[in-house]
T-cell receptor, first 113, second 111 residues
Framework: DSGVTQTPKHLITATGQRVTLRCSPRSGDLSVYWYQQSLDQGLQFLIQYYNGEERAKGNILERFSAQQFPDLHSELNLSSLELGDSALYFC????????????FGQGTRLTVV | SQQGEEDPQALSIQEGENATMNCSYKTSINNLQWYRQNSGRGLVHLILIRSNEREKHSGRLRVTLDTSKKSSSLLITASRAADTASYFCATDAGSSYKLIFGSGTRLLVRP
């Protein structure tokens, strides 16, 4: 158990809908990363937050947004969903804002139908 | 695009043999990490090597880093069926805070 909690574990939704994925980092970790993993794209970095502020941005679509709250949990919002958004979405946390060992949650499997 | 690319994409070996996976990256780095992922599950950190280190060991794992060639290798000695997983390298892409993963090597260890 990494100490990172992601909910829900599975999510099935229709095209055009909006969903929210939630991540609780390990106790004491200030940094949260979001990744998308699909079969044809590998593990894609989406965005990183550190202590409530956006720190780095990857290939995150405009339809996607994220935030980190004062209690350090984070949410990833995906809107106007398309079939191609079906993927595993991982959250990871680390103690600092710089790249050190990252601890991954078990992921949310999103299926868009 | 990915910062790191692993080679080979897939590797099948017999239990007891050694497995070597390679990772190449594009930009300067502060450190390079290796992670393991069992099918459909979260990634687990294996080892971190800093840019000023050339080799590091952890149990049956040996990692080398050649910054002049922008490459790293992960050696798993005396492999076990339980080592079957995908292995990813990850770099911090230099001065940014991003942690960027390669495309991964799928390792199958046959009993």
């Amino acid at each position: 158990d990494s100490g990172v909690t992601q909910t829900p574990k599975h999510l099935i939704t229709a095209t055009g809908q909006r969903v929210t994925l939630r991540c609780s980092p390990r106790s004491g970790d200030l940094s949260v990363y979001w990744y998308q993993q699909s079969l044809d794209q590998g593990l894609q970095f989406l965005i990183q937050y550190y202590n409530g502020e956006e720190r780095a941005k990857g290939n995150i679509l405009e339809r996607f947004s994220a935030q980190q709250f004062p209690d350090l949990h984070s949410e990833l919002n995906l809107s106007s969903l398309e079939l191609g958004d079906s993927a595993l979405y991982f959250c990871a946390s680390s103690p600092t804002g710089q790249s050190t060992e990252a601890f991954f949650g078990q992921g949310t499997r999103l299926t868009v139908v | 695009s990915q910062q790191g690319e692993e080679d080979p994409q897939a590797l099948s070996i017999q239990e007891g043999e050694n497995a070597t996976m390679n990772c190449s990256y594009k930009t300067s780095i502060n450190n390079l990490q290796w992670y393991r992922q069992n099918s459909g599950r979260g990634l687990v950190h294996l080892i971190l090597i800093r840019s000023n280190e050339r080799e590091k060991h952890s149990g049956r794992l040996r990692v080398t880093l050649d910054t002049s060639k922008k490459s790293s290798s992960l050696l798993i000695t005396a492999s076990r069926a339980a080592d079957t997983a995908s292995y990813f390298c990850a770099t911090d892409a230099g001065s940014s805070y991003k942690l960027i993963f390669g495309s991964g090597t799928r390792l199958l260890v046959r009993p």
